[in-house]
């Protein structure tokens, strides 16, 4: 288990798609997720995808804080470890919230998301993870997965007006995206 180094935006790890895992259980992947884990705990963070250490797999880890999750959602949902994942939206509806970035330093943007999605992949045993996740739960999913198919969350932003140094948005204490008739509003700033 090592603390690792973060790829940051520019670097051709984060342009490129990462590869499928052939076997979840194979001793460089329990070794990998280990260093994810260890480097995510060391920054300070909800999600890490693999690529952010350099290692282009389809590989994603995250955490939903109790505080985080819908209403629909009663439980904490622990760190979870997703290999080989896919996203299905469950509806059209998108909502903007703040996100940044380990990869993307000091940064703050407003990113439209689906509200509602389904995802699926293997954990590190093999075994298949299928849920559904709403809010700032399917948020984060989206984000970490993005990493995998070379996506920064700024290159998902309708407006980049919104994105900010984290050490400038105190200037704009009422600052809000623009009212856009498809996107509710969520307040959302943990890095991922
Ligand atoms: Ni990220």
Redesign the pocket.
Known sequence: MAILKLAVMGHPVLKRRADEVDDPTAPEILRLIDDMIATLDDAG?V???AP?IYVPFRVVIFEVPAARLGIAESETLPRTVLINPVITPLSDQRELGW??????PGLRGAVPRFTEIGYRGLDASGRTIEREARGFHARVVQ??C??LDGM??PMRMADLASLHFVSEMRHNPTWMPAPDEDLAWSQAAD??
């Open positions: 963070g999600g890490l995808a952010q996100e940044g970035c380990l990869s993307v984000h970490e993005d990493h920064l969350y890095v991922a």
